[in-house]
């Protein structure tokens, strides 16, 4: 079992950048495949981002490419999205999701703990 808890949102203009911070709970952070995804309103989830437990692997979602960087620090237990040049079609609620796994996972359905997520608004 995994909690999990996001923060770093907030409200910033278009070309601007946070960084979105997932605390975990639990002694075995290293074991877990972490992910970010968003969700705006009246859309369904979607991946962002994800890294293998160890970070040696990555994968982004291609509208965030060249953009969102996640990384993690398994001795703070935290997983990070840092994201530049934001515009408004990345307005959404984002949410952070942990699944024990060997790899990457992408898909949404393959998580199995999630975080309450944090609001990112941008405006033009």
């Known amino acids: 079992q995994v909690q999990l808890v996001e923060s770093g949102g907030g409200w910033v203009q278009a070309g601007g950048s946070l960084r979105l911070s997932c605390a975990a709970s639990?002694?075995?952070?290293?074991?877990?495949?972490m992910g970010w995804f968003r969700q705006a309103p009246g859309k369904e989830r979607e991946p962002v981002a994800a890294?293998?437990?160890?970070?040696?692997?990555?994968y982004y979602a291609d509208a965030v490419k060249g953009r969102f960087t996640i990384s993690r620090d398994n001795a703070k237990n935290t997983v990070y999205l840092k994201m530049n040049s934001l515009n408004p079609d990345d307005t959404a609620a984002y949410y952070c999701a942990a699944v024990a796994s060997n790899g990457l996972a992408t898909r949404t359905a393959a998580y199995e703990y999630w975080g309450q997520g944090t609001q990112v608004t941008v405006s033009s």
């Open positions: 890294i293998s437990k160890y970070g040696s692997s990555t």
């Open positions: 639990g002694r075995t952070f290293s074991t877990y495949t």
